[in-house]
């Protein structure tokens, strides 16, 4: 089966997870106790369960005590591997390991699939593949060929030991195998084992670990064994797990094997795809005609690929057609063109057959949708699973190219994705800016480095005028300025729901700013025109904005809020933080104050800048006028854990800022303004 396929989550064992919890209690039909067999458990079940196990901390919903993976390749490239899983359930939230999804397709057989319950007290039983429930999800694709079997033992209780074994056979596409033997829990024993034909050879690749050595266990056959192995703890806003969690890839290939089937290097994989994909991407009369349509009128080569890169975006739907060799290859052009819809890969194609049109080339580049899962010292496809552009530019060529480089054998190139509607021609993704993607060339393929657009890109100005009430209500008028990904954030959000609900969408968005909040007149410009700033305009009521205490009145001058946090100080943090994008807050407020107050106290400056981040903000006042000025800035997208303290001391400081009160009592009768 294609384990992985562009335009879709990778189905790792923890995310297959998560689909199961929910399959698990929507399925009604699934095995229960009276229907399961009691029957005789095998002795590598009984083995793993009888082992002692250390202390684990008291949250730890299960163990895994045993995870075998046993691949062994036939001479002609096919695929038998085998899967063992033992757990002992520790908590109630381990119960979703009592079940099983396991998934297949058209070029992958599923040979069998059993399941096991060992409970605290009574007897064992026995589920067999019969007791599975058969599932195809596919809520993103016209046609699939992918379905799941899930299978759920009853008495996945506390104190139970459960276990399944399945084995699968497949022709892979790919040459290579991944172990993931680290897990969201402990992991008791993790065990590999390979076998190949004679003279067949193999590499192997170990990322977020140290490496081990195998046992040779036969001929032509190895063992990789680890135990004890901590678990990849879920944090807020820390990296993707895949790119935290220990694993280790495996290439294989026979003897004389060429570069492009052994996938021994980017390059070997860059070669692969370009002659999977480049016959797809031809032009054809109707693509060309199409393309004189859409760019009448234009003189200049920059205005014809706008025109052409808003075409495919916004009139090519995005709908997944993989079946067979579909998870890798791109549709024909004019097939995409014709259908109108595609995935990821057909879309990139249908635009670089247009672009070629006009005399611009496009390169493919193969990405992950989430930023640090590709590792640069493991050549693999099976990272991949999206698909974008790097359009060959002109050096005049310069409006607004913030994803652009200079590469050493295209000159001066430009990233776009042309499946994201909401991402002008200009700006990345932020979930793909500062990751590795694949640059396919007519020659091979290139590791590189995404761009990350810097902070003042991303930007967020707020300008406010507000008059404070006596009762410390306050009205006033705020127009904020959106563009990089903070406008993107807010117009997909706008303009994924109906008009008649927007209004409802922008007051919670902006409800941010007070409770009391009450949204009055607001306009959005900017809001069809991706390649456009977003500018919202309204004008709000708050009531008790301004606190009372005794004669004086207590006010926030900073006017949205926004809670910072890392997560609870008494817990040690072990992951890095991972920012979405970095990003530029300016705010700009002025409040006229009632008559009869003064100013008595104004919160201190605050200034913090280093590489990572910068924060300032000052209160100035003149007469009867509060002037608040404020800058938060994030600069880089990765924080490594030796920064995490600092990081925590930021948030404090930006908060403490933030939550400071301009304090205000009654001027004397007496006093002038």
Known sequence: MKEWQFCKPKRTLRLNRRITAALALAMTSLVTAGEAAWGSTPAWVRSAADVTLPKYAADTKAVLLLHEQATTVGASGDVTTRYRRVYRILRPEGRAFGTVTVEYDSETRLNYLKAWCIPPDGKDYEAKEK?????????????????????SLPGSEPGSVVAYEYEQRQRPMVPQDVWWFQDEVPVRQARYQLVLPPSWEYHSFWMNASSRQPQQT????????????????????????????GRMGVTYYGPGASA??????????????????????????????????????????????????????SNIRYVAIEIGAGGYQPHAAQVTFTNRYGDCKDKATLLAAMLGAIGVKARYVLVNSRRSVVN???PTMLDFDHVILAIQIPDAMQPRLWAREDNKQLGPILYFDPTDPY?????????????????????????????????????????????????????????????GAPATELRTQLLSVPEATRQAVLEKFLSSSTGAFVLEGARVDGLDKIENNLTVSYHFTASNYAKSAGELLLLRPHFRGTAYALDTPEKERKNPVEFPTTIGESESVEIHLPDGYQVDELPPPTKVDNDLWSYTSAVETDGGVVQYKQLYQIKQVLVPSTKLSELRQFYRQVNSNEQASIVLKCRPADQPH
């Open 131 to 151: 007791d599975a429930v058969e599932s195809s999800l596919s809520l993103d694709s016209l046609y699939e060929d992918v379905h799941r079997k899930v299978l």
């Open 423 to 483: 991402v002008p021609l200009g700006y990345l993704p932020e979930s793909l800016q500062d990751s590795y993607g694949l640059l396919v060339t007519d020659d091979g393929g290139e590791l590189v480095k995404l761009p990350l657009l810097a902070a003042s890109l991303n930007r967020l100005i707020l300008s406010a005028k507000m008059t404070l009430q006596t009762d410390g209500n306050v009205s006033g008028d705020v127009m904020e300025m959106f563009w």
């Open 376 to 378: 640069p010292d493991f």
């Open 218 to 245: 036969g001929s032509n056959a190895w063992t990789w064994e680890v135990s004890d192995v901590t678990p990849v703890e879920d944090e807020s806003d820390m990296p993707a797990w895949e790119a935290l969690a």
């Open 260 to 313: 492009g089937e052994s996938h021994a290097s980017w390059r070997d994989i860059g070669a692969w795809y370009s002659q999977l994909a480049s016959a797809q991407r031809q032009d054809t009369p109707a693509i060309r005609e199409s393309v004189a349509e859409l760019t009448a009128g234009q003189t200049e080569t920059w205005g014809k690929v706008e025109a052409l890169a808003r075409f495919v975006q």
